[in-house]
T-cell receptor, first 109, second 109 residues
Framework: EDKVVQSPLSLVVHEGDTVTLNCSYE??????LLWYKQEKKAPTFLFML????IEKKSGRLSSILDKKELFSILNITATQTGDSAVYLC?????????FGKGTRLHILP | SQTIHQWPATLVQPVGSPLSLECTVE??????LYWYRQAAGRGLQLLFY??????ISSEVPQNLSASRPQDRQFILSSKKLLLSDSGFYLC????????FGPGTRLTVL
């Protein structure tokens, strides 16, 4: 059965810290790995990863995919209170996208 | 550019009442469309997806149903709501990644 597992489920850090969020997947006909940020409403897209070893960056956020070991990480450096959210990882296969349960990140001022 | 609409934004319904949530997409044709539900503090659960008019795949057996009467319209329905149907319902369409509508927060009392 296809599955996406995220860890940790919840994380509390202080502002300025660096965090690493993990995502492992087992999906048939894998196409790409997606990361989303969800605050109080609908998830917003962060990254799409299709190739191993190529880091994608957007400001303080970066992500990388390992297709051999079937995992991805999302790094956030110099965290700010506005980074507090649920971060969702998803694996896309041919016909649908399977989501993990998310990591709830809380940044303390 | 593509836009996805959902309504209503918030809904409070009594147990046993019917439900109809509508989703429409603009700016694309023949999109793959999805309905997700997110219970409080949990990940996204795929309920239905559709690759074309009249084509519906159900992921989770329950008292909900979906229909796609037009290319860019996707409707989620129930004849009789249960308390467990409460949650945040998201419609999405799939391009290179997945794009979400604003969501409907449903509370069943």
């Amino acid at each position: 059965e296809d599955k996406v597992v995220q860890s940790p489920l919840s994380l509390v850090v202080h502002e300025g810290d660096t965090v690493t969020l993990n995502c492992s997947y087992e999906v048939t006909n894998f196409r790409s790995l997606l990361w989303y940020k969800q605050e109080k409403k609908a998830p917003t897209f962060l990254f799409m990863l299709t190739s191993s070893g190529i880091e994608k960056k957007s400001g303080r956020l970066s992500s990388i995919l390992d297709k051999k070991e079937l995992f991805s990480i999302l790094n956030i450096t110099a965290t700010q209170t506005g980074d507090s959210a649920v971060y969702l990882c998803a694996a896309r296969r041919d016909d649908k996208i399977i989501f993990g349960k998310g990591t709830r990140l809380h940044i303390l001022p | 550019s593509q836009t996805i609409h959902q309504w209503p934004a918030t809904l409070v319904q009594p147990v046993g009442s019917p439900l109809s949530l509508e989703c429409t997409v603009e700016g694309t044709s023949n999109p793959n469309l999805y309905w997700y539900r997110q219970a409080a503090g949990r990940g996204l659960q795929l309920l239905f997806y559709s690759v074309g008019i009249g084509q519906i795949s159900s992921e989770v057996p329950q008292n909900l149903s979906a229909s796609r009467p037009q290319d860019r319209q996707f409707i989620l329905s129930s004849k009789k709501l249960l308390l467990s149907d409460s949650g945040f319902y998201l419609c999405a369409w799939s391009g290179s990644t997945q794009y979400f509508g604003p969501g409907t927060r449903l509370t069943v009392l």
